[in-house]
């Protein structure tokens, strides 16, 4: 069943958004692959297994502490090939500007990119630019995709997620959403708010070349971990308990969501992965993590209990455990 | 060097897009699969030579006669793969809506999309959805990228086109941006004008299943066969002659033209494409091209007469011979 119309929610990490996935997408161009969800899709083109992804970007402001739509754009799709364990080679570029756009804005973020793209190893080989007139589209957009080539026997899925798995965050959380939001309401705060965006297959390639055994990899974006932990616990039909006191987040993120009324669990983030793994592998994996500067604040947050129910449960601080269900939408648009 | 402002000439296919290529992306990306600038990048994996490309989608109308922006979107994509002389295997699809899009449009437009997928033989394995505000994107913008396999030792390009060969047309110009023009301009004409929006694999495949030996393969879309000869012969680094008299075209698109003041050699094409061959080929890839249903109206228009310089000439009906140059950019913006 179509919506009558299209919400915002509805391009959120949230339930809106996945109704529109499973209501009108899946059925549509239901195959095998789509079927699975995954930040990417998972191919095999003559014996070769390869990891296919997209995303577009649409951030307001397109420039933020810590980086632009450009770099975010290229890190962006890097993550999602990443998390299937890909190594990711090359990307696309697609493009839609607004008419009067400045040039040297583009140059900015095509800069970005082009560092961006450098930092993960990999090629952007194609490309295609639109122009919109003025006030048909806001600035700009940009859709990368990407290839990735997954050189082992290994299957990552958020359908992999077993009872016993311990859930381990790569490091602090809400700090691409939190900054994107002080500045689009212009708040002035003290200390370091600036995005994670940041390109994560290098250390997914330590942790594959070091076989660690890995359920599930997955980069909590729009929606948040809240999102990404209710989606894993769906797919994998397991109920996930999250402590809240072991989610690292910067004391300042955490003001700035107790100002403005959000709850961290739900806000974006583009440079951290959660990763499902058997417990045998905590202490390897955890290694990888705090030696690499880009998960060095990583944490052991959770584990599966059970698979009675795809649910995912918070233990509040204050020792009680409430249910972290999925959030309806996002807190704010056009967060990435 | 970047231009001051972006405008509405960057985003065609003519001389403006072109240097917004060669002078920002290209130096930023600087690698050799983007610089051949084909219509889709030509990459080898494990040995295994694929075709990936992408394109975005802002056409205006999104509904028009002849299919609406979803099979144009599916088309297109695997048309530029195509092009490689590829078997298009993967599509992904990124969508940006607007708050307040109708769900009964967008349900039309994923129906569409997915029976131009079933056509064209293509699975869309990944996606993306993002709602911008009201106000913020012009209804609905769709990117597509897609991958596909070069089977047999084929190697197709805009860079190969050679002293001697001939030019053959799959079919009648500027139907496509015909269409979207009458459409925008309220203009009842009479007699059937519609897009040829349309999958070109099937017949690209029967040319590469019978060995024609096939030099360039390009999709005339934005800044229609003036804009691709032109792109050919710059990439070829060749002399091309065109004959005016047999390039085919209906004639209700020719009085379109004629009461627009629109030059149809400019115009996009959705579902036709231009081959260079070997004389010797000419029979056989005209054979097949002539008996399939989508290439039907295929025509001999011209040929490669020396490597001189790299320019475009029409030989005009009444007998003269005028340069058939790159326009600047195109003459109505949100074609395709």
Redesign the interface.
Request: no cysteine.
């Given at each position: 069943m179509?919506?009558?119309?299209?919400?915002?929610?509805?391009?959120?990490g949230g339930t809106a958004?996945y109704h529109?996935?499973t209501q009108?997408?899946l059925p549509?161009?239901n195959?095998a692959?789509?079927n699975k969800l995954d930040d990417?899709?998972q191919?095999t083109?003559?014996?070769?297994r390869?990891a296919?992804?997209?995303?577009?970007?649409?951030v307001d402001p397109i420039f933020f502490p810590g980086g632009n739509i450009g770099d975010l754009a290229i890190n962006g799709t890097v993550n999602d090939i990443a998390m299937s364990g890909a190594t990711p080679?090359?990307l696309?570029?697609?493009?839609?500007?607004?008419?009067?756009?400045?040039?040297?804005f583009?140059?900015s973020i095509?800069?970005s990119?082009?560092q961006a793209?450098h930092k993960a190893n990999v090629?952007?080989?194609?490309?295609?630019?639109?122009?919109?007139?003025a006030g048909?589209?806001?600035g700009i957009?940009i859709?990368t995709?990407g290839?990735g080539?997954i050189e082992k026997d290994i299957h990552i899925s958020a359908e992999h997620a077993c009872v016993g798995d311990t859930v381990i965050i790569s490091g602090t959380i809400a700090d691409h959403g939190i900054t994107i939001m002080t500045q689009r309401e212009n708040l002035m705060i003290e200390g370091d708010i600036q995005s994670d965006t940041a390109a994560l297959n290098g250390v997914v390639s330590q942790l594959i070349e070091h076989n660690c055994n890995i359920h599930v990899l997955r980069d909590p974006t729009r929606g948040g971990i809240t999102a990404v932990l209710n989606e894993i616990a769906r797919q994998s039909k397991v109920e996930i308990e999250i402590n809240e006191q072991s989610i690292p987040i910067k004391p300042q993120i955490a003001a700035c969501c107790e100002l403005l009324g959000l709850d961290p669990f739900n806000i974006a983030n583009e440079g951290k992965l959660i990763a499902f793994v058997p417990e045998s592998e905590v202490e390897k994996v955890m290694t990888i993590f705090t030696q690499h500067p880009l998960t060095k604040d990583a944490a052991v947050i959770g584990q599966v209990i059970s698979n009675n129910n795809p649910v995912v449960y918070l233990r509040t601080s204050i020792g009680g455990k409430r249910l972290l269900d999925m959030p309806i939408g996002d807190q704010l648009?056009?967060i990435c």
């Open positions: 179509s919506p009558e119309t299209i919400q915002l929610d509805h391009g959120s958004g529109l996935i009108l997408f549509a161009f195959n692959i789509l990417s899709a191919l083109i003559n014996n070769t390869m296919f992804s997209t995303d577009t970007f649409v080679l090359y696309s570029v697609g493009m839609i500007i607004e008419e009067g756009f400045s040039g040297n583009l140059h095509i800069q990119m082009r793209a090629y952007v080989v194609t490309g295609d630019t639109k122009v919109m007139p048909k589209i806001d957009a859709n995709s290839i080539i648009p056009r």
